[in-house]
């Protein structure tokens, strides 16, 4: 695998803006418009949603790891910047992404053991018995990522500064659970690696619930992220750190009142906690907030994109907020009524 981000073709290539990322899928609806208003489908977030699912049930059944499944995502998402979604067979194509990155991966699986688990999965007409059609498949992907398959994951990042920031298992955990859960959203297309891993570690840092475990599955993080967010708060918080970074404001200044900010209530607690219970989670207020001073002081004097982190902030917020409104069941059946219809699943 090439270690230098900067000069890869996944920045040279594969990094857009979001109004050149809307034009590319504007282009691919409006070549053939009938065809997208016959068959309807769910929003761009919500299709990312089952994809995800679907890689990582795939994933599951092979005991694939996380970093491939996730090459297998943005393999996704570049193939459907360049195709419309229309014109394939997403199961054949969710498939053929795993089978190339696992071997991107250096975790090769069997072409017929990636069949045979994808055709017990989905519907069986869905995935041909026949390999070679995985192996078409295949080549289409390869053609339209011009042979550029190397993908720089934020995991490195995080695994690299996670005890620069003195962050719990908790946290390191929710961090990464904010990294997988990045993979539903359009930010692989959209920003560098290193943006990612930081941004999910300020996440980790300023939103995660002071008391309860957080979910650390890939996807199961939404609602918890959602939850602890209290709406406008979560954003709030987070952007004040960014803000105070960017400016190379005093951290102590910018983080007076954090408790309010971080989504705590000390009086309320107070009223339903032991004085031994307020005083342990005083404590760990104080020591979330040291860690939010550190992270913050850290990115004021590093060369860090802070305009990104804040959008990207939003964008995940954003998302797990849509995440309330997904429907599984809706987006299968208008997947599967236009594979149908149009012959996708010979």
Partial sequence: MAANYWASTQRRCWQFTKDQLASMRNKLEEED???????????QRHLNIYFNQQINRLGKRLGVRQQALATAQVYIKRFYSKVEIRRTNPYLVISTAVYLAC???????????????????????????????????????????????????????????HSEFSMTQEEVALAWSVVNDHYMTDLPLLYPPHIIAL??????????????????QSGASAAGMAQVGNGQAGIAAAAAALA????????????????????????????????????TERKANDARIGKVARFVAWLAESNVDIEAMVDSTQELISFYECHEQYNDKITREQIIRYVKARGLDK
């Fill in 199 to 216: 941004t999910a570690i300020l996440l980790a840092l300023v939103l995660r619930p002071s008391t309860g475990t957080p979910t650390v």
């Fill in 33 to 43: 418009p009938g065809l997208v208003q016959m068959y309807p489908l769910p929003q």
């Fill in 244 to 279: 105070q970074a960017q400016a190379r404001n005093a951290v102590a200044g910018s983080l007076a009142g954090g408790n309010q900010a971080l989504g705590q209530n000390p009086q309320s607690s107070q009223a339903v906690q032991s004085p031994r219970d307020v005083t």
């Fill in 103 to 161: 071997k991107m991966e250096e975790c090769p699986q069997h072409i017929r053991l990636v069949v045979s688990e994808a055709r017990s999965l989905w519907p069986a007409d869905f995935i041909s018995l026949d390999t070679s059609k995985l192996g078409e498949c295949e080549f289409f992907l390869i053609s339209e990522m011009n042979s550029q398959l190397i993908v720089h994951q934020p995991y490195r990042t995080l695994a690299s500064l």
